[in-house]
């Protein structure tokens, strides 16, 4: 069965970067969009970014311009580049396949430093 292992997370201050990973271990990495999600605490999980099969991205309007989806089809692997990190952004991450969903990896977390 495809797995999903999300990692890169970590403590992290105000403004400061991060770079999440998410790997796959399945088939058919390139055919489907790949997405990041995020989560707090009793709330659903909420769409961040995707990448298409083709390689366009989009990204939701809170991350836009701080945040970068990538993905490196021959490594089954996807980014999340994020900067100027805000206290809002210190919630669990986690990546899928919104059009072929996978079972959920167990996510990375991003804690933030006052």
């Known amino acids: 069965q495809a797995q999903i292992v999300e990692s890169g997370g970590g403590l992290v201050q105000p403004g400061g970067s991060l770079e999440l990973s998410c790997a796959y271990f399945?088939?058919?990495?390139?055919?489907?969009?790949m997405a990041w999600y995020r989560q707090t605490p009793g709330n659903q999980r909420e769409w961040v970014a995707s990448?298409?099969?083709?390689?366009?991205?989009n990204h939701k309007d809170f991350v836009r311009g701080r945040f970068t989806i990538t993905k490196d089809n021959a490594k089954k692997m996807g980014y999340l580049q994020m900067n100027s990190l805000k206290a809002g952004d210190t919630v669990v991450y986690y990546c899928?396949?919104?059009?072929?969903?996978?079972?959920w990896g167990p996510g990375t977390q991003v804690t933030g430093l006052s």
């Open positions: 899928n396949f919104p059009n072929s969903w996978r079972p």
């Open positions: 990448s298409s099969r083709g390689g366009s991205t």
């Open positions: 399945g088939s058919s990495f390139n055919m489907f969009t």
